[in-house]
């Protein structure tokens, strides 16, 4: 079975500070990988998305970047962290275009 | 582009009721709408999907029809229990529409005793 792990857990980050969040999926090989972001309570908007290692699709930005360093891995980051970047962030995986979107436990950012 | 509106930001019921939670959508692809469940401080599931026209699908006591012809895929249940108190999302994509994924704003449903 296909396992989605998300790291860290949780951040409490000075606006101004950089930032990484990674995720890796095992038992699936070349899967696809969204990256979410949810503000508190509200909805998903769906960041990036790659489908190979060292590709990556920009859906909207928002002064964040993403690679795909490894097939199993992706990683979400920024130089500067802005308040407006606090949320909850996603990664999951999908099968292919129109099948069920796995997510995993995701990580809350907070910006101070 | 694609689209998802869900009308209710929040519906509070007691338990035993029935329940409807609204989801129309817009898109030129075929359409594959899903509906999916956040509880608190957790990562959203899956709950039920559907890509056949007037076909009813179930899950857990949910259930849901994709109409085509009027865009829309409402979730029902009959009668609420506590633990559905959850933030539920409709969500769109396509085999044909890339990898796009468009969820609606969600709709808290509060499930009272």
């Given at each position: 079975a296909q396992t989605i792990h998300q790291w860290p857990v949780?951040?409490?980050?000075a606006v101004g500070s950089p930032l990484s969040l990674g995720c890796t999926i095992k038992g699936k090989s070349s899967p696809n990988l969204y990256w979410y972001w949810q503000a508190t309570g509200g909805t998903l908007q769906q960041l990036f998305y790659s489908i190979t290692v060292g590709q990556v699709e920009s859906v909207v930005q928002l002064?964040?970047?993403?690679s795909r360093p490894k097939d199993d891995q992706f990683i979400l980051s920024t130089e500067k962290l802005?308040?407006?970047h606090s949320?909850?962030?996603l990664c999951a995986w999908v099968e292919a275009p129109g099948n069920t979107l796995y997510f995993?436990?995701?990580s809350r950012l907070i910006v101070v | 582009?694609?689209?998802?509106?869900?009308?209710?930001?929040?519906?509070?019921?007691?338990?035993g009721l029935p329940v409807m939670l609204n989801c129309t959508y817009q898109t030129t692809y075929s359409p594959f709408l899903f509906w999916y469940v956040q509880h608190l401080n957790e990562a959203p599931k899956l709950l039920l999907k559907s890509s056949?026209?007037?076909?009813?699908?179930?899950?857990q006591g949910f259930y849901a029809t994709l109409h085509k012809s009027s865009s829309s895929f409402h979730l029902q249940k009959s009668?609420?229990?506590?633990?559905?108190?959850?933030?539920?999302?409709?969500a769109l994509s396509s085999p044909t529409g890339g990898y796009k994924v468009v969820f609606g704003s969600g709709t808290r449903l509060l499930v009272s005793p």
């Open positions: 949780a951040e409490i980050k002064n964040l970047s993403a802005l308040l407006s949320g909850f962030y995993g436990e995701g | 582009g694609d689209s998802v509106t869900q009308t209710e930001g929040l519906v509070t019921l007691t338990k056949t026209d007037n076909k009813r699908t179930e899950h009668s609420v229990q506590l633990s559905d108190s959850a933030l539920y999302f409709c």
